[in-house]
């Protein structure tokens, strides 16, 4: 059964504390991506890979960082730095293969609270 | 930067009413995407939007994608309590999605 999974659902973390999220594809996509979502808003992209061991910043990178040592792995760590980090965090990926029509699976999310 | 706004951010309907939802971005763009997000869950992807003046049809769902292709429009005909969700635009730039703002669907039985 292929998709996208993130762990984990659920998540608090006190101020000043790293956490990482997991996110793992077994549908051989190429490419990976992470968005932070806030109530009632759109998704924002944080960084996105698009083939191992080299990824890009999005449009909200600053107090994050990642890591795509494998094809189906792209863990998102949410440093100290960020500021305001309580969101829903989505990892998505795409094959890859066809840049203009990909289409892209969505993991069911993590909801991170900052306590 | 290229940006993607959706109108109206909120929509309250009674059963059976349309609903219909508009995206429109600041650039061109090369395809259009949208997405339907269930409260609590994740974006789905719905359908894909490639050509100018393209109208594709699923079920009571019609996307149109713009002449210019800068804007795109999600109808939906006698609404279900299913339909509830935020519908979301997403339009393609270089290697990553750019998504609308979303629109808020609730159908009232």
């Known amino acids: 059964d292929g998709g996208i999974t993130q762990s984990p659902k659920y998540l608090f973390r006190k101020e000043g504390q790293n956490v990482t999220l997991s996110c793992e594809q077994n549908?051989?996509?190429?490419?990976m991506y992470w968005y932070r979502q806030d109530p009632g808003q759109g998704l924002r992209l944080i960084y996105y890979s698009q083939i191992v061991n080299d990824f890009q910043k999005g449009d909200i990178a600053e107090g994050y960082s990642v890591s795509r040592e494998k094809k189906e792995s792209f863990p998102l760590t949410v440093t100290s730095a960020q500021k305001n980090p309580t969101a829903f965090y989505l990892c998505?990926?795409?094959?890859?293969?066809?840049?203009?029509?990909?289409?892209?699976?969505f993991g069911p999310g993590t909801r991170l609270t900052v306590l | 930067g290229q940006q993607v706004m959706q109108i109206p951010q909120y929509q309250h309907v009674q059963e059976g009413e349309d609903f219909t939802t508009y995206c429109n971005s600041s650039t061109t763009l090369s395809n259009i995407q949208w997405y339907k997000q269930r409260p609590g869950g994740h974006p789905v992807f719905l359908i894909q939007l490639v050509k100018s003046g393209e109208v594709k049809k699923q079920k009571r769902l019609t996307f149109q994608f713009g002449e210019a292709k800068k804007n795109s429009s999600l109808h939906i005909t006698a609404t279900q309590t299913t339909d509830v969700g935020t519908y979301f635009c997403?339009?393609?730039?270089?290697?990553?999605?750019?998504f609308g703002t979303g629109t808020r669907l609730k159908v009232l039985a």
């Open positions: 997403a339009g393609r730039g270089t290697y990553k999605y750019i």
């Open positions: 549908l051989n996509h190429d490419a």
């Open positions: 998505a990926s795409t094959s890859g293969r066809a840049v203009l029509t990909d289409t892209q699976y």
